[in-house]
């Protein structure tokens, strides 16, 4: 079975941590990008500790070709929300 290209939208809350720990090792799902706007261009593992040594992805500010997107919930405005909200026709 081929991997699903999956993109988390985030991914440096606590939430999205977790996502990212039952995802990482997972045989049929590639992370393709963890999104943070605070946290772009420094390694995942700078925020969660934990998945030092398990990964050497890095946060983007910018979305990338994915199959499924994970949207972990957060504390931003509905302006900022709508930003990845898109609905699929």
């Known amino acids: 079975m081929e991997a699903i290209r999956i993109g988390i939208v985030g991914g440096a809350g606590y939430t999205g941590g977790e ?3 039952i995802l990482i090792n997972h045989p049929h799902a590639e992370i393709v990008f963890v ?9 995942v593992s700078d925020v969660h500790t934990d998945l030092i040594g398990d990964t050497d992805t890095k946060f983007s500010d910018t979305l990338s070709f994915f199959r499924i997107l994970m949207y972990c ?3 931003l405005g509905m302006e900022m929300q709508g930003n990845f ?5």
Request: net charge positive; aromatic share 4%; glycine share 4%.
């Open 85 to 89: 909200l898109i609905p699929i026709q």
């Open 73 to 75: 919930f957060s504390v």
């Open 19 to 21: 996502l990212l720990r």
């Open 35 to 43: 999104h943070s706007n605070s946290n772009a261009g420094k390694p």
